[in-house]
């Protein structure tokens, strides 16, 4: 006899032997779920009682519809429905012994098979959330890098431009003529004709003097 507390599998749906919903291992199908009427859910779980041996259907209808009266073709039309529900087309789930009666094909799902599956979800989940982190804060560092690359081309713009500019004027400055009516010219003053007008501009004084 098995654990009446295990969770099997059966064909593609996961069942938990005491619930009445089966669901399948992809839960993204459509029909993600099953719910077993009373008389199918009496079958599946009166022959995973029995496992590993055979039920006969003596025992199956005695299990099933106890001391209600049923017609031959009760257990016969169960075990058809029961098969639809559960998508046992090839008969691999619900087996028939002849000449004997009923076993039931399933798997064990152990807890730590379950655990498993959880911890694979939440490692995985765990891995994108950091994977998305990760992405944030390298996109952050490029956006910083970016910002420092244009402001950085901005400054040598500015420089250059300000090159050109102080070469112009250092060019016009070099190229001005000189005062062309100096008369005479020392250290300290400057003697200058501005139209008839003699004047004399005294350098350390900053002072301009017209006769």
Not at 13 to 19: D, P
Not at 26 to 36: E, H, K, P
Not at 56 to 81: D, G
Not at 129 to 136: E, F, H, I, L
């Amino acid at each position: 006899m098995v654990s009446k507390d295990n969770t099997i599998i059966l064909g593609d749906f996961i069942w938990e032997v005491e619930s009445k919903e089966l669901k399948k291992a992809d839960d993204t199908a459509s029909d993600a779920s099953v719910i077993l009427t009373p008389k199918q859910y009496q079958l599946l779980k009166c022959l995973y009682d029995a496992c590993p041996n055979v039920l006969k259907k003596e025992e199956i209808v005695e299990e099933v519809w106890s001391s209600t009266f049923t017609s031959p073709e009760s257990l016969p039309q169960l075990i058809i429905r029961t098969r639809q529900a559960i998508g046992d087309s090839k008969k691999q789930i619900l087996v028939n012994q002849p000449g004997v009666g009923y076993s039931l094909n399933f798997k064990v799902l152990a807890s730590n098979k379950v655990d498993s599956v959880v911890s694979d979800s939440e490692t995985a989940i765990v891995a994108n959330t950091t994977k998305v982190t990760n992405t944030r804060q390298e996109f952050g560092w490029w956006q910083f890098l970016f910002v420092l690359m244009c402001l950085g081309t901005a400054y040598h713009v500015y420089e250059v431009g300000s090159s050109f500019y102080y070469a112009s004027v250092f060019k016009q400055v070099h190229h001005t003529n000189p005062y062309p009516n100096i008369l005479t010219a020392t250290d300290d003053k400057v003697e200058v004709l501005i139209g008839e007008t003699k004047c004399i501009y005294e350098k350390k004084k900053l002072t301009l003097r017209c006769q």
